[in-house]
């Protein structure tokens, strides 16, 4: 069973460069579309975008300015950026699998990791 | 974007009854909603795909129904693993996007 885990900092200072790993284990990145997803108390799941295994990706318009996403097939494991970060941009982040396309449902997710912003 | 409107936003039932959850979409799409079950400090969990269709180990009280504009997740009998927050997902457009959440609380 393909298993998710995200890393990164706890805490992210504003204006700063939100990073994050997502390594897969138990199965391939290639042939899927691996989206980031972030969830607050505010705005509810919120889809950050997706990356394809080849690289190809698509991003959420309302964060296409500074999200940026890569993908290491050797490693099995995506990451995310999000620059310039606000305190708005404080919420668990997770990483998905897309079970079907590009235009997809999430079959398996990482356990989510809590990003603060914050001076 | 599609907007996902989730009603009620809080249910609260004893064990043994029945759930009755609804998620309204701005525009048709199709039949292509997902329904995922969030327990807290836990990652959402696929249920239902594609409107009607089971994940892989999902028990039979859960199911789903619905098409174009309206949706409805059914619990036939609460288990006390079953409260929990409910949301659905639509896979039809750009960007993906989520509905609000229902939370199924005991009474």
């Known amino acids: 069973q393909v298993q998710l885990q995200e890393s990164g900092p706890g805490l992210v200072k504003p204006s700063e460069t939100l990073s994050l790993t997502c390594v897969v284990s138990g199965g391939f990145i290639s042939g899927f579309y691996w989206s980031w997803i972030r969830q607050t108390p505010g705005k509810g799941l919120e889809w950050i975008g997706h990356i394809y295994y080849r690289g190809d990706t698509n991003y959420n318009p309302s964060l296409k300015s500074r999200v940026s996403m890569s993908v290491d097939t050797s490693k099995n494991q995506v990451s995310l950026k999000l620059k310039y970060v606000t305190a708005e941009d404080t919420a668990v982040y997770y990483c998905a699998r897309g079970a079907s396309g590009s235009l997809s449902w999430f079959d398996s997710w990482g356990q989510g990791t809590l990003v603060t912003v914050s001076s | 974007e599609i907007v996902l409107t989730q009603s009620p936003a809080t249910l609260s039932l004893s064990p043994g009854e029945r759930a009755t959850l609804s998620c309204r979409a701005s525009?048709?799409?199709?039949?292509?909603l997902a329904w995922y079950q969030q327990r807290p400090g836990r990652a959402p969990r696929l249920l239902i795909y594609?409107?009607?269709n089971r994940a892989t180990g999902i028990p039979a009280r859960f199911s789903g129904s619905g098409s174009g504009t309206g949706f409805t997740l059914t619990i036939s009998s609460l288990e006390a693993e079953d409260f929990a927050v409910y949301y659905c997902q639509q896979r039809t457009d750009w960007p993906l996007t989520f509905g609000g959440g229902t939370k199924v609380e005991m009474k």
């Open positions: 525009q048709s799409i199709n039949r292509y």
């Open positions: 594609d409107s009607s």
